[in-house]
């Protein structure tokens, strides 16, 4: 038990002569272990030591005999009750798990031991017949005994779908009725298989397995007989291939998730981020890294609340609360590959406009366009590249969304078109919740939709109200019902109309509601208190609406999860439809799939250092989950940032795939230009790297988009056979070249990254670094982050500008990084940056380069976009020697060679045409 979580306790709570006596009885537990400690628990409390037998007269040997480590919690639901878990079946030995439900320890992710669990020789149901052929495996599972939760399905459908050689699909599903699913969009096709990598096993017993073939590896094994399938409580239990374990939703974490019992809950929130607790987004899927390196993931397409509970075994424990289980289960091999098979099932990335790349201002409080007018023009003054000027909801009239402020915020639309002039962009912000309370007729967001009954409805029918940001109450569009994508799209395209703006900022879908419920109240019935409540013991209508809440088809208690979802997809097809451009879509709130229609920012984090820290694993996990376009409030949302910490943020922040300065209205200005010093040249610094960089990110994106590939990596994607990069949280790669190291504690300007077997150089001056796979201790200034190129990799790279627009118009350089073997390789895929469908359509330059020994060679792979790609300059680092001489085509050209770096100067050639760089040595390397 984690000593930490007594702070957690209230001033009554220990002062109660209860409390403090069970805080004694679990500190005998901590300190002497489950042995004397149970048998101190049981004397104090007037019971005498008994077997742990189900019959109480001898002892079980099926029970005693299952490993702490092994223990399946058969009662998680609390409190826990000794006669309900024997009259479940199962073995009852009390852990300290009886500390949870005596403390309510809510801050805890940690439940410990089980009292209550599976036996080994457990029969909850009975496997039937089973039936093969080389497409799928089909059987029925039997009820045989009550599993102590309201309305087990008595027949549970097991199918086992082999989808392709990499990736096959487990479904359980009752017979006998109906179970809600989310009309979910799967991507996936069955094909042919001919070389699977799984082996897949079902015994009469119920051992279901599935294996890797090369090594044996078991990926999933999980004993059907102790499937738990109720009305509201579904529960499967799996042995891990490791512990190196990622994913199971967005919580404020590192990388890695803990199996010291630890609970991870997946229901969208729209709280603070603190850790150990479930926050905006929802995606029920993991990657695990096996001891050789390679990789498997498992995602369960089910929208209901859950709990995913890890154990030492190691072992995972999937807690669902209504739905069905619906598995699918990828065999990568490689971290990357899971990716791409993952995101082959709910969709690939949307390809982004590439001015979205660029640096974003916002800020929740400008209260005024002169304001913001002046907050830009300052940052503008002062040189900072910026693209995109953002509003939170002090723009809109009264805080009704699809409106702006006719006073404060007159000129608008007007200070919009002259951003369009500069070659800049506007986002403004969207709540899925409108007013109900305005005059008739007069505000078209709720009159449109009450007319067509649109609204998300109580259970007597009536809407649901509830409290947001709008004067009085809130009411909200169902988006699961057919009629509301194209309500919505009139709204956007009706404001649209009024303001040109570029890109929607959708916030507060999770969506929260300042009370709990709904102005009405909620029932008090089963939907809204289930039996097992995922997370913590507090209400899931806490901070949203009623659990009973009607939706088109079915409850908020099943739908919840996929508001977000439904939102960013009608939004999506309505900007889509209305600029016809791409769209550009930010969303708080998330569920599995959404990338397809927008990004994510990490919501309200707070100016600190931790949470500076906690923003890399954040975009590492959701590029994971699909969502490439990830970012956080630069230097912080909450509270006052400080010099040191906004410097080191902007440093960091930089190198975000969205790159936004944002913050709350009670807060400093923390714009760059208003901070002025260290924090202005941290920022101007690393976003002209940034700028120079684009073409790489860009392609990058254009793979995410194409091939479902991740865009900012954790360093074990590119060197998964290295333990020592399982659990590096404070480093991370753009793609597979570019590392980024930042310096995140305060008063450090040492920082010690870890650097992979291979050959590195520093990015600005070309400074090589042979690792043997080592942590390496080097100083960043104040205004810096560090930035190495790994060997073996050609990165094109374009002039900066102040703004995208400007950008895309200069010449491009190329940056050849020779490895251990004087090879490099790389692409740049180039194409108008904002118009649809380019890559499906051809539209599009692609790129290919490469270099071995003493030669470079440029080829133009695809050409379909009519534009002029000039070059400026070639660089290689990593060259042994000086060459005698250089040619270009053939032509000798002059250069510059110094430390092993060589620049040629390529002004007269461009990219659509192929070149080829040759220097040559006077003696043979």
Known sequence: MDKGNFSSFTTEEKSSTSTKRKICYICAIVIVGTGIGTLLFWLINGESFKSHDKGGDKPDLVCSSVPDVEKFDCHPDRPISKTECLKRGCCYIPASDLTVQDLDLINSPYLGVPSCFFSKNFI????????????????????????????????????ITFIDDATLRIRLTDEDSERFEPDFPLHYNIINKRNELYSV????????????????????????????????????SSSTSSTNLYGLGEQKEGLLRSFNWARYTIFNQGDLPVPHRNLYGSHPFYMVLEDDGKANGVFLLNSNAMDAVLQPAPAISLRTIGGILDLFIMLGPTPADVVKQYTGIVGRPFMIPYWSLGFHLCRYGYGSLAKTNETLQRNLDKGVPIDVQWHDIDFMNRHLTFTYDPVNFKGLPEFVDDLHKKGMHYVGMFSPGVSNIEEPDTYPPYDDAAKENLFLKDVNGSDIEAVVWNTNYTVFPDFSNPATPSYWAKQFKDFHSKLNFDGAWLDMNEPLNFMNGSSHGCPDNEIENPKYLPGRPYPLRTLTVCMTAKHHSTIHYNEHNLVAFREAQATFNALKEIRQKRPFIISRASFAGQGVHSGHWSGDITSNWEDMRYTIPSMLLFNMYGMPMIGS?????????????????QALGAFYPFSRNHNDYDTIEQDPAKLDGNVLKATIDNLNTRYYLLPYFYTLFHRSHAFGETTVRPVFFEFPSDKNVYNLNEEFLWGPALLISPVLYKGKDEITPYYPKGVWYDFYSGEKFVSKGQYRSVHVKPTEVKV????????????????TTESRKNPFDLLVVLDENQEATGELYWDDGDSLDTYEKGLYNEIKFSAKGNSFKSTVSHRGYNTTMQLNEFRVYGIPVGPSDVTVNGKATSYIFAKGNLKVFVENYTLLQEVTIVWTYDEQI
């Open 124 to 159: 909850g149901y009975e496997i039937g017949n089973i039936t093969k052929d080389s497409d799928h495996i089909e059987t029925t599972l039997t009820r045989k005994i009550p599993s102590g939760f309201p309305n087990d399905a008595q027949n549970v459908h097991l199918n």
């Open 201 to 236: 096993e079902l015994d009469n017993h119920g051992l279901l397995s599935v294996k890797r073939k090369a090594t044996g590896t078991v990926i999933f094994r999980t004993k059907l007989t102790q499937l738990v399938f109720s009305d509201q409580f579904l529960h499967l």
């Open 633 to 649: 409030d630069i230097c912080g949302f909450r509270l006052n940032t400080s010099d040191e910490l906004c410097t080191r943020w």
């Open 788 to 803: 190495d190129i790994r060997g073996g990799y050609i990165l094109p790279l374009q002039l900066t500008g102040k703004t």
